[in-house]
């Protein structure tokens, strides 16, 4: 997981869900938490490990050092191998110092209003600071998780894989709209359009809503089609447990239909917490 101090965010991550009580749709929700670091796991009846790419800010990338060389002669890049890093603030690496290694992967577009939301990220490893002096930070590659090639991103490892976030109730009514999402099924992670300049606290339940007849032509060819004369039905929760300035990665964790991109959500006022995990 990747923590940019500076701005308060973080690339590619992983995501635990701890056990939470039974929800129908439509419910007021027990209070309960959530726990985002190392793994995603659904409990009592046993665990679902799932890691996940991340997302990042333009901001983020451009903050970012890179991998501007190394003294290996190969184009991939693996574990036990030096390489150069290039930072606009060299001063900011210190000898011992873990760096996440990670490559940007789509960007993320609005599917509505058009723009840049941010981007995907992959996650490749992890390297550690062996050298501060001269023009260049000299690291070792201790992890591999993909290929790693020259022009990779790199940021500061944080220490902090695991963290609890106490789902806490939505003190504002808040619309917003599903730009991405990362895994797959009920365990994603959802891209939302609104963040920390709108009112977004980590903790907050977002409920996806959709308002539609579920046999017509529209729907079928769009699920996230809204019609007006239709009254509006919840079909999944998920819980901010990241959020960024203009965005939040929301933790998806009950849905009675397919989540897709274009979805609706909203932050209800009222005391709501995390919904129970379902496949």
Same mark, same amino acid.
């Given at each position: 997981?990747?923590?940019?101090?500076?701005?308060? %965010? !973080?690339?590619?991550?992983?995501? %635990?869900?701890?056990?939470?009580?039974? +929800?129908?749709?439509?419910?007021?929700?027990?209070?309960?938490?959530?726990?985002?670091?190392?793994?995603?796991?659904?409990?009592?009846?046993?665990?679902?490990?799932?890691?996940?790419?991340?997302?990042?800010? &333009?901001?983020?990338?451009? %903050?970012?050092?890179?991998?501007?060389?190394?003294?290996?002669?190969?184009?991939?890049?693996?574990?036990?191998?030096? +390489?150069?890093?290039?930072? &606009?603030?060299?001063?900011?690496?210190?000898?011992?110092?873990?760096?996440?290694?990670?490559?940007?992967?789509?960007?993320?577009?609005?599917?509505?209003?058009?723009?840049?939301?941010?981007?995907?990220? %992959?996650?490749?490893?992890?390297?550690?600071?062996?050298?501060?002096?001269?023009?260049? @930070?000299?690291?070792?590659?201790?992890?591999?998780?993909?290929?790693? !090639?020259?022009?990779?991103?790199?940021?500061?490892?944080?220490?902090?894989?695991?963290?609890?976030?106490?789902?806490?109730?939505?003190?504002?009514?808040?619309?917003?709209?599903?730009?991405?999402?990362?895994?797959?099924?009920?365990?994603?992670?959802?891209?939302?359009?609104?963040?920390?300049?709108?009112?977004?606290?980590?903790?907050?339940?977002?409920? +996806?809503?959709?308002?539609?007849?579920?046999?017509?032509?529209?729907?079928?060819?769009?699920?996230?089609?809204?019609?007006?004369?239709?009254?509006?039905?919840? +079909?999944?929760?998920?819980?901010?447990? !990241?959020?960024?300035?203009?965005?939040?990665?929301?933790?998806?964790?009950?849905?009675?239909?397919?989540?897709?991109?274009?979805?609706?959500?909203?932050?209800? @006022?009222?005391?709501?917490?995390?919904?129970?995990?379902?496949?």
């Amino acid at each position: 997981m990747v923590r940019f101090f500076g701005s308060g %965010e !973080e690339t590619p991550t992983q995501v %635990e869900l701890g056990t939470a009580p039974e +929800v129908e749709a439509g419910e007021r929700l027990d209070e309960d938490t959530v726990q985002v670091g190392g793994k995603l796991a659904y409990e009592p009846k046993g665990t679902l490990l799932y890691r996940a790419a991340g997302f990042v800010t &333009k901001r983020e990338i451009d %903050e970012a050092g890179t991998i501007a060389g190394s003294f290996e002669q190969a184009q991939y890049l693996s574990s036990n191998v030096p +390489v150069y890093l290039k930072f &606009k603030n060299k001063g900011t690496a210190k000898i011992g110092d873990r760096m996440v290694i990670f490559r940007k992967a789509t960007e993320v577009g609005h599917p509505t209003k058009g723009g840049t939301v941010g981007y995907l990220t %992959e996650l490749t490893g992890v390297a550690k600071v062996t050298r501060t002096e001269g023009p260049l @930070v000299t690291a070792m590659i201790t992890d591999a998780f993909d290929t790693i !090639e020259r022009g990779d991103l790199v940021a500061p490892y944080s220490e902090a894989l695991l963290k609890r976030v106490a789902v806490k109730p939505n003190d504002k009514k808040l619309d917003g709209t599903i730009c991405a999402q990362l895994g797959i099924g009920t365990y994603i992670t959802a891209i939302i359009d609104q963040g920390s300049d709108q009112g977004v606290q980590p903790g907050n339940v977002f409920s +996806v809503v959709r308002w539609q007849d579920g046999m017509t032509h529209e729907t079928g060819n769009n699920p996230a089609y809204k019609d007006d004369d239709y009254p509006d039905e919840v +079909v999944g929760h998920c819980v901010a447990w !990241e959020v960024k300035s203009n965005a939040t990665s929301c933790l998806l964790v009950n849905a009675l239909r397919e989540i897709v991109v274009g979805d609706v959500v909203q932050m209800r @006022v009222g005391n709501q917490s995390a919904p129970s995990a379902s496949r």
